[in-house]
């Protein structure tokens, strides 16, 4: 298959320049055999692709920025700014992906600013309509975060460790897990019954990590690496990951992990694969960035397709639409050689 070339087909809206490099965001449209059309860009800083995340119906796509939420159509036509509390910090990084109501009409993030003066993170919620925005209190910062699939519970990583749930704006907070070493990325699965996470004991590799949604049952599964990046697949029965072990000398591999089990299975070397691996939205195919700008997904069994090639650039957030037709991702010009 032909490969795209962003030069031609790159359609470039607004812009931002830091440091000397240039961040985008782009949306790829795809069919089902993963064959390119052209895609639409929106240029952000790259620390916010982290935060986007599609609507349920995958109409838009919710970037957070400095002004609150800037919501991207899907298909390039239209820009809307959602007002909300700023989120100052890294330009308008917020920590984990913005989550949507079931219903796609309200958007909740975690930020440092909120209603009154006091230090920690607030939940935000900010309706697409344009209406009323709600904010409660965490009363801690919050390193990381993620949604369940119908928009609760929110789970979170606070400074002082462990891993917390908030099911609601009326509940209060609950503490899930506090194992000896650093609790980082929580991932709810797709079917909200369990927790994904990384554990990073001390001086020792990063663990890959489940427990049940109550925080019952922690258990280590996957090995142990010197990074790892991992996420569910739609089934919320294996888990792909991308990381580099003590076995492997450092070098990066793309495995698959039954969640069950823990049986890790070998599918691949990524050479040098950036960020998280995204599973389709039917769970037949599992995508990564290599680290010379190529998009491409392979199946579980190991059968390999390339989406694009951005020569130049390094790629990251991988981001699959809920029809699976289109894929958001961000991308930075990459520094020249030395």
Do not use: C
């Not at 957070?64 to 390039?76: E, K, M, T």
């Not at 920690?120 to 949604?147: F, Y």
């Amino acid at each position: 298959m032909a490969a795209l070339n962003p030069q031609r087909a790159r359609i470039l809206i607004g812009g931002l320049i830091a440091a000397g490099l240039i961040f985008t965001v782009l949306v790829l449209a795809l069919d089902e055999d993963g064959r390119p059309g052209f895609p639409a860009g929106l240029r952000l800083p790259a620390e916010t692709a982290e935060g986007a995340s599609w609507s349920p119906d995958g109409r838009w796509i919710a970037i957070p920025n400095r002004a609150g939420v800037l919501l991207r159509a899907a298909d390039g036509d239209s820009v809307r700014q959602l007002r909300a509390p700023r989120t100052p910090r890294y330009k308008g990084w917020i920590p984990g992906r913005i989550g949507w109501s079931s219903e796609g009409k309200r958007l909740r993030y975690v930020t440092t600013v909120g209603p009154e003066e006091s230090k920690g993170s607030w939940v935000t919620e900010v309706p697409t309509n344009g209406g009323a925005v709600r904010q409660v209190s965490l009363g801690t910062d919050v390193l990381d975060a993620d949604w369940g699939s119908r928009g609760w519970p929110l789970v979170y990583v606070p400074a002082a460790g462990g891993i917390w749930s908030l099911a609601s704006f009326g509940a209060e907070p609950v503490k899930l897990l506090d194992r000896p070493g650093r609790e980082e990325e929580p991932r709810v699965s797709p079917d909200g019954t369990r927790i994904l996470f990384t554990l990073t004991p001390q001086e020792q590799p990063d663990e890959l990590w489940i427990a049940r949604a109550d925080g019952s049952g922690a258990r280590h599964i996957g090995g142990r690496f010197s990074f790892l990046h991992a996420s569910w697949a739609p089934d919320s029965r294996r888990i792909a990951v991308i990381g580099a072990g003590a076995r492997t000398n450092g070098a990066p591999w793309l495995y698959v992990v039954a969640a069950r089990t823990g049986t890790r299975r070998i599918v691949r070397f990524t050479a040098g694969a950036a960020w998280y691996p995204a599973w389709t939205p039917g769970g037949r195919w599992i995508t990564y960035a290599l680290r010379e700008g190529q998009i491409q997904k392979t199946r579980p069994r190991g059968e390999v397709v390339e989406l694009a090639d951005f020569r130049g650039e390094l790629v990251s957030n991988l981001l699959w639409s809920p029809d699976g037709k289109k894929l958001a991702y961000s991308s930075v010009e990459a520094p020249e050689p030395p």
